[in-house]
């Protein structure tokens, strides 16, 4: 098993600055890609970024290219997501996950993650 937790949530104004951390712990060296995911209220969950295990793959959704930036230190068992340029539609809970089967693949569809985080709150006002 797998356990994944997110923290660096919090609250910031709109155009400012977080970083999420994701630490993993157990069973660390069966983890391949991390990806991070977002749940607004009332809304599915939504993918925001992915790197795969050397980091030579990522990927992000439209919405937060140019803004987000997600990086991996394998040494840390840590994944982060810097975000910047925040907007009150980046308020979200927001996810942590780690897939054990990708290969040197970075996914960007959830149900290709084994593990998840409890998830830590994020909300941008205006």
């Known amino acids: 098993q797998v356990q994944l937790v997110e923290s660096g949530g919090g609250l910031v104004q709109a155009g400012g600055s977080l970083r999420l951390s994701c630490a993993a712990s157990?069973?660390?060296?069966?983890?391949?890609?991390m990806g991070w995911f977002r749940q607004a209220p009332g809304k599915e969950r939504d993918f925001v970024g992915s790197i795969n295990l050397s980091g030579g793959r990522i990927y992000y959704a439209d919405s937060v290219k140019g803004r987000f930036t997600i990086s991996r230190d394998n040494a840390k068992n840590t994944v982060y997501l810097q975000m910047n340029s925040l907007k009150p539609e980046d308020t979200a809970v927001y996810y942590c996950?780690?897939?054990?089967?990708?290969?040197?693949?970075?996914?960007?569809?959830?149900?290709?993650?084994?593990?998840w985080g409890q998830g830590t709150q994020v909300t941008v006002s205006s």
């Open positions: 996950a780690a897939d054990s089967t990708a290969g040197w693949r970075a996914p960007i569809s959830q149900y290709e993650y084994d593990y």
């Open positions: 157990g069973r660390t060296f069966s983890i391949y890609a």
